[in-house]
């Protein structure tokens, strides 16, 4: 398993193949990951354990719902999204394996690139 740690908390890569990764993202309460989307990468979060709040464009908007436990929502590539953690956090993504396709539109640890 691979740890990488992050701002907003750290990553455990416990599956990795040509054809899919498993996560799981530990996010700390109050904290974010950026404003992103990707442009191959197909994703699907599952909240194991805290609560979160998931922004996903919707129509052309930003809709915002609470996710508890149990819950999942999938992420299609080219979809603007960002979680943000109301508690301490430990979500499993599961995702195609296009793991450095993040573009970042806003981000409050300053990872966004200049174009």
Excluded at 28 to 51: F, M, P, R, V
Excluded at 54 to 75: K, M, N, S, T, Y
Aim: hydrophobic fraction near 35%; proline fraction near 3%.
């Amino acid at each position: 398993m691979i740890r990488v740690d992050k701002p907003w908390g750290y990553e455990l890569h416990w599956a990795k193949t040509d054809r899919y990764v498993g996560k799981i993202l530990h996010v700390k309460a109050g904290h974010a990951l950026s404003l992103q989307y990707h442009n191959q990468k197909d994703e699907t979060i599952y909240l194991y354990s805290g609560k979160l709040l998931f922004e996903i464009e919707r129509d052309g908007q930003l809709a915002r719902q609470e996710l508890r436990p149990g819950e999942a929502v999938h992420v299609t590539p080219k979809t603007v999204h960002r979680m943000t953690a109301i508690e301490d956090c430990d979500v499993f993504e599961v995702s195609t394996p296009e793991l450095d396709d993040v573009v970042r539109l806003d981000d409050r640890y300053g990872r966004v690139e200049k174009q």
